[in-house]
């Protein structure tokens, strides 16, 4: 069963428009951790934001802020004030519990987010 | 610079050939991992290493070979492969306590 799931596999927003980029997940462990990550055309992946499952706050880092749901199993990542370089891949990912020291990073399929001007 | 590197950022290589991929990070961390990305399919992860015994491998064909020689360097050993090995392989790195990982930029292989 897929673990990550990201219903859209493409959207566009117009540049200095909000775009939010769903995510869904499913897990029966009460500690786990939810991030975003960025890959531009060049490949490499870059670290968004990071949300915990014991935060009660929604997490928030300069444009990106995640809409996170727990009970629906959500966390939706806002982006404010889109710009032509946000035009990337945009992966959604799950860590389970922990691996004494280690991580496993489950990724979802991906969004490809297209800014137009 | 991402503060890890993989080299070489792309490879083409015959069916009969054997290559590696390297990958390398100066942040400390004790843990590192491969992952492949093909085309329209999520990542996935293949190894891991946590202070450079492995300690994950997902079912992945003994025509990959993974070597962690210390904390600091990863290297994917590569013979025989199939064309639909073609992918971009992706090392990261994480330290132990910390939630997220640190992405190399990727070796985009071409299997011919």
Redesign the interface.
């Known amino acids: 069963a897929q673990k990550i799931t990201q219903t859209q596999p493409g959207m566009f927003v117009q540049e200095k428009e909000a775009v939010t980029l769903d995510c869904t997940y499913d897990t029966s462990d009460q500690s786990y951790g939810l991030f975003w990550y960025k890959q531009p055309s060049s490949g490499e992946m870059i670290f968004l934001i990071y949300q915990g499952s014991y935060d009660e706050q929604n997490a928030t880092e300069g444009r990106y802020s995640l809409n996170f749901q727990k009970a629906r199993k959500s966390t939706n990542l806002v982006i404010s004030a889109s710009q032509l370089g946000d035009s990337a891949m945009y992966f959604c990912a799950m860590r389970e519990g922990f691996s004494g020291g280690y991580n496993k990073l489950i990724f979802g399929a991906g969004t490809r987010l297209a800014v137009h001007p | 610079e991402?503060g890890v590197t993989q080299t070489p950022r792309h490879l083409v290589m015959g069916m009969t050939n054997k290559k590696s991929l390297k990958c390398e990070q100066h942040l400390g961390h004790?843990?590192m991992?491969w992952y492949k990305q093909s085309a329209?399919?999520?990542?996935e992860?293949m190894f891991?290493y946590?202070?450079k015994e492995q300690?994950?491998n997902n079912s992945v064909p003994s025509r990959f070979s993974p070597e962690c020689p210390n904390s600091s360097h990863l290297f994917l050993h590569l013979h025989t492969l199939q064309p639909e090995d073609s992918a971009?392989y992706?090392c990261?790195s994480?330290h132990?306590?910390d939630?997220?990982?640190?992405?190399?930029?990727?070796t985009?292989l071409t299997v011919v």
């Open positions: 991402t004790n843990a991992y329209k399919k999520p990542l992860l891991v946590n202070f300690t994950e971009l992706l990261a994480s132990q306590g939630d997220g990982y640190t992405f190399g930029s990727g985009r």
